[in-house]
């Protein structure tokens, strides 16, 4: 510290550096360099010591280096496919396409027609060339696969297997990722199942949903035209899996990862069928009774769906978070979409959960697990009758997020019950309502307050935003439809969506591409509070009005960054523009300008509204 300080003044008095000795990075960032070799001093702060180069024009930077071999590369596969050259070796591609009739029948060309598909997401991506990434492409790096990472057939151009390197670098695309996918899985051991043979390795379902998942986050043209192509690899390993069951959780984990891929596009169909046939597995193997230590007799086929033994607490962990990954995913889409759930959790029998919360990998390292052979996890959370010692855990961030799930799912199945407009309460359902109102309550106030976040280390912070979303979202669903004929209810509900905005007011664009992206949907609601309460108003108030426009504003323009990396919440953010812009219309009839014909610009209409009323 006092090294810092004393240097400090050195900095500052050092003379300005000559134009062109700073480093890439700081000429990019447009940052104040001091030359220092290897790395200066922005670079080192910002641990990028790796990215600081210099081009003092002494010799060509790693850079320059990668993209003359780019050039090199491209210019060598257009003489390959000009017609009038003929190469004398042939030149695979480890990411080609198969383009056959028999690929209609594959999952992966299935989902066109939808109406929200990958192409008509707010942000199409373009195909550049068929190259591996910058970050892949190293001298050392073979982009030749052998003959036996092919599948036998000859007009099948797809590898069964991915290069080594290349899904090395495509993982360690994803992990960075994985959390906000609510994907729990030991690190170091994943990186090194892929230096082990074929059969040794994770199930390509998992393998191939996770590549997807980095060629859709890496945001690289040259990887994102890959998408497709994972995408029919993994489908297509599912349905082979279904021939030969192995490698069960890995599978499981797979289908929640392909679930989420497809619901971000808007292809609800196909999210909800590989979310519940990660429910249905879940459950038929008993990963749901994972606290249990037996299960039932029952018929003669038992035996057939039994996981064997975890060898480790590591992979009794994995095992855990594998659970409580396709529970969050089942609790909180089917909430979103109107839907009921699938794990049903009674309070006994086949359908209780008995699994303890889950908790970060790393305390499944030291076997730091929790004894609840005989404690409903869920259901003793909701019904706070049974004081659940500290052991127990349910205090790490997965375990707050699947608190917030159930408490989300929870809300919408108690206002399903009277969500009927007009249709009065009866002396039990007010109960649950407020039963279900307190435990929402009761959770909101043991977490980190809202104001506190933006001090929390990243991933902390990432995880706490998904929880208060979660929260205040469930506090929107239990009051929405009553609030519409009950003063009382209508305040509780607009003072959730204002809770809501707090959520929304500490994310910043460095968040964005880290959050769940259930917040979309969350986020939303909140606007539907703010659109409603405009519909309401007895007198046209341009204040007021100015105000719940600037709400539906903030949520909109957080939505439209959303959509950058989900292109779903760029579909919600649209219709919610065109819902305010209806109701703004209705209200404005009168004090429209002849000339006026631009529709979709609701928020210029509320500021033309206040600037005429006044």
């Not at 610009?601 to 509320?606: C, E, F, I, P």
Request: contains cysteine.
């Amino acid at each position: 510290m006092t090294d810092d300080y004393s240097a400090s003044p050195t900095r500052n008095s050092a003379p300005t550096l000559q134009r062109g000795k700073a480093c890439l990075r700081c000429r990019k960032r447009k940052m104040r360099c001091d030359g220092s070799k290897p790395s200066c001093q922005q670079c080192v702060r910002a641990k990028k010591q790796d990215l600081c180069e210099y081009d003092d024009g002494k010799g060509k930077t790693r850079t320059q280096l990668l993209r003359e071999t780019i050039a090199h590369l491209e210019a060598r596969i257009r003489e390959l496919e000009s017609p009038e050259h003929t190469p004398s070796v042939p030149l695979f591609d480890p990411h080609a396409i198969p383009v056959s009739e028999d690929s209609s029948s594959s999952g992966a060309d299935s989902p066109s027609s939808f109406p929200f598909s990958a192409s008509q997401s707010p942000n199409p991506i373009t195909s550049i060339s068929p190259l591996p990434s910058v970050a892949c492409c190293s001298p050392t790096i073979s982009w030749m696969p052998s003959d036996r990472c092919y599948a036998d057939s000859p007009n099948s151009l797809i590898p069964t297997q991915v290069p080594s390197e290349l899904a090395q670098s495509l993982l360690e695309t994803f992990i960075p990722h994985r959390d906000q996918l609510f994907f729990g899985l030991h690190v170091e051991r994943l990186r090194n199942s892929l230096r082990r043979p074929a059969e040794e390795q994770r199930h390509p379902v998992l393998m191939d949903a996770i590549f997807l998942w980095a060629c859709y986050f890496s945001r690289t043209p040259t990887l994102r035209q890959h998408e497709a192509m994972y995408l029919t690899r993994a489908t297509e390993a599912f349905h082979d899996w279904l021939r030969t069951p192995t490698k069960v959780v890995d599978v499981i984990q797979g289908c929640c990862l392909l679930s989420q891929y497809f619901m971000v596009h808007g292809r609800v169909m196909e999210g909800g069928h590989y979310a519940s046939t990660a429910v249905a597995l879940a459950l038929q193997w008993g990963l749901h009774k994972q606290g249990s230590e037996r299960r039932d007799a029952g018929m003669s086929l038992e035996g057939t769906f039994t996981l064997p033994p975890p060898q480790d607490a590591i992979e009794r962990g994995e095992r855990i978070l594998a659970f409580w990954q396709v529970f969050c995913i089942d609790r909180c889409w089917s909430a979103a979409l109107h839907r009921p759930s699938l794990i049903s959790d009674g309070p006994g029998g086949l359908s209780s959960i008995i699994v303890p919360w889950p908790q970060e990998i790393m305390e499944y390292t030291v076997e730091n697990f929790s004894d609840l052979a005989h404690l409903n996890t869920v259901q003793a959370f909701l019904a706070h009758q049974i004081q659940v010692p500290v052991l127990a855990g349910g205090f790490s961030n997965f375990a707050l997020r699947a608190k917030a799930s159930a408490l989300f799912d929870l809300a919408a199945k108690v206002a399903s019950s009277w969500n009927t407009p007009g249709v009065g309460l009866t002396q039990m359902s007010e109960q649950d309502t407020l039963s279900v109102e307190d435990s929402i309550t009761r959770f909101i106030a043991s977490l980190i307050p809202v104001h506190q976040l933006a001090a929390l280390h990243s991933s902390d912070k990432h995880h706490l935003i998904v929880v208060h979303t979660l929260a205040q979202a469930a506090l929107i669903r239990l009051f929405y439809h009553r609030a519409e004929v009950d003063r009382l209810w209508n305040e509780k509900c607009v003072l959730a969506a204002r809770g809501m905005l707090l959520v929304i007011g500490q994310v910043s664009d460095m968040d964005i591409e880290f959050l769940d992206p259930i917040v979309g949907c969350c986020w939303a609601s909140a606007a539907h509070v703010f659109i409603r309460e405009m519909a309401q108003m007895e007198s046209w108030s341009p204040a007021a009005s100015n105000e719940l426009g600037s709400h539906v504003g903030s949520i909109t323009t957080t939505l439209s960054r959303l959509s950058m990396t989900f292109p779903l919440a760029g579909i919600v953010s649209w219709w919610l523009c065109h819902m305010a812009n209806r109701v703004l219309t209705t209200f404005l009839q009168a004090f429209w300008p002849p000339d006026y014909n631009h529709p979709l610009a609701w928020l210029d209409l509320v500021t033309f509204s206040t600037e005429r009323l006044s």
